[in-house]
């Protein structure tokens, strides 16, 4: 599909017409377009065969030119115009905030100012506060701005980088020659964000494997390229970095790039107590300088006497100590997941049915998905008064009796996502709640109160008996909004006395609870869960991601609820 190209390609629209001054309503149409398409269901291509694009709220009779001129020829020509008068790094610059698109101009006009590094190195030199409407303090806070922004822009979502990385091994996959490829580092460990993407591979003709690399189509700039190795940036800020290998090595290399330091420096440590010094491509017998080579990372682990020890864990988070004492946590698995127990539906801000989202958890291999809408107090988002959720609970019930009619062996749960609304109470009362089968309660407003004010208002949902999970416990929203101020351990005690279950987010840009809290609630003793929050029905995919993070904090299945069968979560939940 090209809807996310389609997508983007109307968002920088918007930003090149923004950084010339043009008008605001055209601006903001672009803008919404672009929203429109990036959500909508269909294939936009199909969408335009069929001559419905006007159809998409949002898309006028302007922009439904566009983007057919777009899918018939590959460009659009008003966009090619304003890019030609517009210097490539200057839209970069509205992405530092506090820089409008006057301001960037301006700095354009009067200093030539082009790119992010221009802009530094002026304000700097301290050139900047010299100009109209700027002064001292303008000054410093642009640089202050450039920093968030540079710490921003060097990682990606993991979300972002798995397509790539999908991407890259496919195509080399397909150039045959090539004995093993796997990508390593941050991405093989599968954090959060990731920074460049490493990618090893063993081949007979590596000289032959790095030149279809480096013309790969994605390819938008070749960094260097030598017979083994290449550098290349794709999606303009994003590099990708092979190495071709010698086969024997292969083991011992994967296991160096894919890290982390911290992991690393403690396996060498053992390496030299046990009489073996271990480098990025053998390890050496200290006693004959004999040099040992692995093509499996297991042999490697193996050789300094440890069990293997899965990626994700290699942080030095003590599973160095786990592997020596065989206390290796065995980590669930994707197709451990039985279920999803928070995804929305078109009753509130959700795009598809509540047929359509079981119907498409079922073909997952679900058994059963929990129809999570949301409460009144969200009222952007379309959230359910009392009477309608008690209309959807019927619903509910009529969607179960379809799927029975279907012969399908699946249970759809009546559940809400209930406010937590400001002074710590919930949005429906408690009777209501009480006949829902699964109550996920979460924060959406007053992210701003204290610590001691949001740590209140989760601990007061906890204990209400009526709430089952606490969802995105911490609000945050990756590299755009910090987590709200929250006393976890406090959060998490109550969770642990009151059996409530804590969320692992997996929407890519929330994932929280992260790693390490995960990893602390299971050690305290409280149950997780990993939902999708699912607001279509391709977004129940992303409990993959959810699923890495448990990974990472050391969950194994017994430790998440819906890693259950039905019959066990309703014995959990009614208690
Ligand atoms: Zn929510
Ligand atoms: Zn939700």
Redesign the pocket.
Known sequence: MKNREVAGLLYEMAELLELHAENRFKIIAFSKAARAIESLPEDISLVCREKRLQSISGVGKAIAQKVEEYLKTGRIEAHQELLAKTPPGLVKLLQISGLGPKTVFMLHEKLNITNLEELETAAREHRIRRLPRMGPTRETNILKSIERYKKRSTRILYSTAEPIVNDILAYLRGMGGLEHITAAGSFRRARETVGDIDILATAIRPEEIVAAFVRMPLVEEVLAQGPTKASVIVQETIQVDLRIVEHQSFGTVLQYFTGSKEHNVRLRQLALNRGYSLSEYSLTRLTDSQDLFYDREEDVYAAIGLPYIAPEMREDRGEIEAALRGTLPRLLEPKDMRGDL?V?SDWSDGRASILEMAHAAQALGYEYIAL?DHSPSIGIAGGLDPEKLEKKIEAIAAVNKELELEGANFTVLAGT?VDIKADGRLDYVDDLLARCDVVVASVHMGLQQTERAITGRLISAIENENVDII?HPTGRIIDQREPYEVDMQAVLRAAARTKTVMEINSHPSRLDLNDVNAKAAKEMGVMLCINS?AHDAKQLLNMKYGVNVARRGWLEKKDVLNASSLKDLLSVLRR
Do not use: L
Request: with cysteine.
């Open positions: 928070h929305h999570c996502e969802a929050d």
